[in-house]
């Protein structure tokens, strides 16, 4: 009787602890992740496009944290696959009929440009997985460059469709998706960049 009564009372404690440890839990879940997607907030509030910064990343608070680095990393990556997508996309629509002349030179001009981004995105995200203490400063460089170097290629697809080039929605269709790459690419950077002044 009395094992069986320690047993109960050791039941009992068990279940008590685990009860407290379960809502210590429950509590601090809402609060961390309202934590987490304040400082994407205030992080975003950095860059040139906040709002865009914001959307594209609040989704992934719960991976960033209150990370600068995992936050841009994660700007990177999110970055790397929309122009992959756009890239791809685009070059869809330059098998499209009734393209005039001027426009296909446009969007071919543009696939060649994109495709170079995605090189320049890819071998950045790489080299992000590689930073170790040591080489730090070293690697830093080469992604700042090449992410600069993914963003020059976008602005300069973006210059291919202004004046007359283009006409009507396919313009616009175009403009959106180039505009909206280069602004997230922009706001990667910028978190690049502030990520590496709070290592140094």
């Not at 934590?35 to 994407?40: A, R």
Request: proline letters at 2%; hydrophobic letters at 40%.
């Amino acid at each position: 009787m009395e094992g069986s009564s320690n047993s109960a009372h050791f039941l009992a404690a068990f279940l008590i602890l685990f009860a407290f440890h379960f809502n210590s839990i429950s509590a601090a879940g809402p609060a961390a992740r309202k934590d987490n997607t304040e400082f994407i907030r205030t992080s975003c509030g950095t860059t040139i496009y906040p709002r865009l910064c914001f959307t594209s990343l609040s989704a992934h608070a719960n991976v960033i944290q209150t990370s600068p680095r995992l936050l841009a990393d994660t700007a990177l990556s999110v970055t790397l696959s929309t122009a992959r997508s756009t890239s791809s996309v685009m070059s869809n629509l330059l098998l499209s009929h009734g393209l005039k002349p001027r426009e296909v030179v446009a969007m071919k001009d543009c696939v060649e440009e994109l495709s170079d981004s995605v090189d320049q995105l890819r071998k950045a995200m790489g080299e992000m997985n590689q930073i170790k203490g040591s080489n730090f400063g070293l690697i830093m460089n080469d992604i700042q460059t090449w992410v600069s170097a993914a963003l020059t290629y976008e602005d300069t697809c973006t210059d291919g469709f202004a004046g007359n080039t283009m006409d009507g929605k396919l313009k616009k269709a175009v403009r959106t998706r180039i505009v909206k790459i280069a602004h997230m690419t922009s706001n990667a950077l910028a978190l690049i960049n502030s990520y590496a002044s709070f290592h140094n």
